[in-house]
């Protein structure tokens, strides 16, 4: 049985079709495929659920939500595998991270970040965000925000310093241009 | 290029958003405008998955070989006798496909159905898990935090499909599972597909299972399984009568007691604060310290504990989830209590046996894979337990039955329902 429209079903649907690309592809960044649907659909209920809440720009909003649901997502699936990825995990992180399609030069760079100096980094640089939105999507102030940021920068400096390092992303990061 | 930030932005895995297909859209809106707005929080963590998510959620698809075949049938179907209700019979959980001769070995062979308990600290309920078996391999999927709540008499739905395809063979392996409580005689599905649901050693007591499973061989174009109807499904008691809420009205959000995540070398917060090496305090503590050369990964620590005494059947609670590398395994150990009376005895774990020379311990096997198959690497490993006071000591792991007794002597349990929390202040 259709059900009837309404204000906040026609609201709700084009917030999803507005913005749900955008947010499986902040999934997609940092978590394998295989679960990008379950946790856009989840980030998407949260959205239903809370739809009074969401004003202004809503994608931050939404990061900020994918964000919390990716991390509790991906600590259960690290539950359920342990048994069989029991190496990878004590490599691994409990939270959202960088997906495995990264060059392992600048996968190693951005895991051997902080975790919050990781999203700001990547809120900027992937998403696209202004510091201000990705404050929001980060959970923080902006000035907290600016003081992620700047550690990220400077770690990441450090790590990328040496020409060889360098070198190894550009070189990655030509291949996957001219792909 | 050589600007850091430029050097991020080229790493970038997903330089463009990719919209799902419209099928996938409609049926993810359809899923969530189900439920009501309602006034949920915003923290996304709290959310449960979706259901249908869950159930749709495709196993692996393999890459097999030529499929040459035809239509496979379930076998074993054995129906409880149930009078005036008409349907087909459940199929067991672990079954056979036949008739997969000449089908170059791509086509499945069996498949297993599970039901084992929720290990995840705060979480009550089952894990349903179903997985089908190929001659080179196997898929399957997961999902838990299943309870039995007032006016749902079906439990959990599961379901998904999986499949080998090479040039135009296509072989397709469906599966719809409904666990159910024991008033269920039957799932109605369809107008065209009622289910007898079937009671089974494996299952946890007080618990039937009703499954359609089936696979087929197709040339050219595989159409997609339509899994929306399993969502609408109703429980039908012995007279035929539809009764409880239907399948889909699943909560998102489980009843569960909230639970704190540690883990060793990490702060639990923002800013300078000092990194844990141990649980924080709560309920339940699991104690790893006789476990000489532990490798502590991770855990959840129940704070209070509430029970959950209006539930429609019996289940646990975990209270407690720490998860360890020890003696070369993977270790998952928990500690699980009467999720309607924290603090009375819990049920016996369903299809456990005692350990002989081991008091109060009791040994519930990795699931049984179909004769003939090869046990997958993945899946839901054996558990064994000791009674703990009116507490289930649980560790889960592969390997051994003898290595999961060594893990399991040598650990211990703190459970402090009411008073001080664990661990106990040192002396």
């Known amino acids: 049985m259709e059900q009837a429209s309404t204000p906040a079903r026609d609201r709700f649907e084009a917030l999803f079709e507005r913005y749900h690309a955008d947010v499986a592809a902040y999934v997609r960044r940092r978590a394998p495929n295989s679960i990008a649907e379950d946790v856009v659909g989840e980030t998407f209920l949260v959205a239903w659920r809370s739809l009074e809440r969401v004003h202004g720009d809503p994608l931050p909003w939404l990061y900020g939500v994918a964000r919390r649901v990716l991390a509790n997502d991906l600590r259960r699936e690290r539950r359920r595998g342990v048994l069989t990825a029991r190496l ?44 201000a939105q990705a404050a929001v999507a980060a959970g923080c102030s902006s000035a907290t925000f600016r003081t992620r940021l700047h550690r990220a920068r400077r770690h990441l400096q450090r790590t990328l310093g040496s020409k060889s390092s360098i070198d190894e992303c550009l070189g990655v990061a030509k291949e996957a241009g001219g792909a | 290029m050589s600007d850091w930030l430029d050097l991020v932005r080229a790493a970038n895995p997903v330089p463009r958003p990719q919209p799902f297909g419209a099928d996938v859209r409609e049926r993810m809106k359809a899923s969530i405008l189900a439920h009501d707005p309602g006034s949920a929080g915003v923290n996304g963590g709290e959310s449960a998955r979706t259901p249908f998510a869950r159930m749709v959620r495709k196993v692996p698809r393999l890459r097999l070989f030529v499929v040459v075949g035809g239509l496979l049938l379930v076998a074993g179907g054995t129906a409880a006798a149930l009078g005036v209700l008409g349907g087909q019979p459940s199929a067991p959980p672990i079954g056979k496909f036949t008739g997969t001769t000449g089908s170059g070995g791509a086509a499945a062979t069996g498949y297993s159905v599970s039901v084992t308990p929720n290990l995840d600290a705060g979480s009550i309920g089952w894990c349903l898990s179903d997985r089908v078996y190929f001659e080179q391999g196997s898929a399957g999927g997961l999902g838990c935090a299943h309870a039995p709540l007032p006016g749902r008499p079906i439990v959990a739905l599961g379901g998904g499909y999986s499949g080998s395809r090479r040039g135009d063979v296509t072989a397709t392996t469906t599966s719809l599972v409904y666990l159910t409580t024991s008033e269920v005689a039957a799932v109605r599905v369809s107008p065209t597909l009622t289910i007898l649901t079937r009671a089974d050693a494996q299952l946890p007591r007080g618990y039937r299972i009703a499954i359609d499973i089936h696979q087929t061989i197709t040339h050219g174009h595989s159409p997609r399984p339509d899994f929306a109807r399993g969502r609408a499904a109703v429980a039908l008691n012995a007279a035929g009568q539809p009764f409880g809420l239907p399948a889909t009205t699943y909560p998102f959000v489980p009843p569960h007691d909230p639970s704190v995540f540690w883990q060793p070398g990490r702060t639990n917060g923002v800013g300078p604060q000092p990194k844990v090496h141990k649980p924080p305090p709560g309920a339940c503590e699991v104690d790893t310290g006789n476990l000489v050369g532990v490798n502590l990964f991770f855990g959840w620590v129940v704070e209070h504990v509430h029970g959950f005494p209006d539930l429609a059947g019996k289940s646990y609670l975990s209270c407690a989830n720490t998860q360890f590398g020890y003696g070369g395994e993977g270790v998952i150990a928990a500690i699980l209590l009467d999720a309607q009376h924290p603090g009375t005895a819990p049920e016996p774990l369903p299809d456990a046996k005692p350990v002989p020379g081991h008091p109060q311990t009791f040994n519930e096997p990795a699931i049984a894979t179909p004769a003939g198959t090869r046990r997958p690497r993945a899946g839901n ?28 002597d040598r650990l211990g349990a703190c459970i402090r329902l009411t008073g001080p929390a664990c661990p106990a202040p040192a002396t």
């Not at chain 1, 392992?104 to 640089?125: F, S």
Request: aromatic share 4%; glycine share 6%.
């Open chain 1, 88 to 131: 990878a995990w004590e490599r691994g992180q409990p939270e959202p991270a960088v997906s495995a399609d990264v060059s392992e030069p600048m996968r190693a760079a951005l895991l051997a970040l902080g975790e919050h100096e990781r999203e700001a980094l990547l809120l900027i640089a992937w998403e696209g965000l202004k510091p």
């Open chain 2, 381 to 408: 490993p054996a558990i064994t337990a000791r009674r703990v006071g009116d507490a289930w000591l649980v560790v889960q792991a592969s390997g051994t039955l003898a290595q999961r007794l060594t893990v399991l």
